[in-house]
């Protein structure tokens, strides 16, 4: 069965400290993965690809296989990275049909 | 560009009344999905519609919902004789192409709806 598991509900740091999103993934083949991030009062949107190999706000994110982990990664945090997190999962068929997690709210305390 | 528009935002409902969501996809986006997220929970795939066509509703429930993309106006996401477990945020989601080329979709705002 496919599935994303987000194990954090609430995630909190202070600010410069470094941040660790957790996600992993149930798949068979081979996964696509990306980040969603929603910040208050704004909607959900991507924030990374692990098939593009980008940093994105200096957020980055490794896919491993062995571990099947999809970690989301910040060396030091900001108070503007609070918000919602979403780890999501490209379905079989690659028709858009996304699996999310359920969801980690990061926040970055001053 | 607009970006994806949801209407109502706020839906109140009693047992057994219909409930009627709408969703206009970016401009220039054929491809709609339809994701419920319900309390405590993460967003679920419900539906996946191109103009006139549903392609993927593999995650609605067998009765009482129902999803349209006519060739012209917005989406809908209809649910008949509502109950209170309908209570949900349904957020839409469209693209230019199947998102499974890019995995991005490009969200609304969401409609949340309560049945009372």
């Not at chain 2, 970006?3 to 054929?30: I, T, W, Y």
């Not at chain 2, 979709?105 to 709806?113: A, D, T, V």
Request: hydrophobic share 35%; proline share 5%; aromatic share 10%.
């Amino acid at each position: 069965a496919q599935r994303v598991t987000q194990p954090e509900k609430l995630l909190s740091v202070f600010k410069g400290a470094p941040v660790e999103l957790k996600c992993n993934y149930s798949y068979s083949g081979s996964p696509e993965l990306f980040w969603y991030v929603q910040y208050s009062r704004q909607r959900l949107q991507l924030l990374l690809r692990h098939i593009s190999r980008e940093s994105i706000k200096g957020f980055t994110a490794d896919l491993n296989k062995g571990e099947t982990s999809f970690h989301l990664k910040k060396p030091f945090a900001q108070e503007e990275d609070s918000a919602m997190y979403y780890c999501a999962l490209n379905s079989v068929g690659n028709t858009g049909k996304l699996i999310f997690g359920q969801g980690t709210t990061l926040q970055v305390k001053p | 560009n607009a970006g994806v528009m949801q209407n109502p935002r706020h839906l109140v409902r009693r047992r057994g009344q219909e409930a009627r969501l709408r969703c206009s996809p970016m401009k220039g986006h054929s491809h709609v999905y339809w994701y419920r997220q319900l309390p405590e929970e993460g967003l679920k795939f419900m539906v996946y519609l191109q103009k006139e066509n549903i392609i993927d509703e593999s995650g609605m429930p067998k009765e009482r919902f129902s999803a349209e993309f006519p060739k012209e106006g917005p989406s809908i996401l209809r649910i008949q004789q509502v109950v209170r477990g309908d209570s949900a945020a349904y957020f839409c989601a469209s693209s230019p192409t199947a998102a499974g080329n890019t995995g991005e979709l490009f969200f609304g705002e969401g409609s949340r709806l309560t049945v009372l």
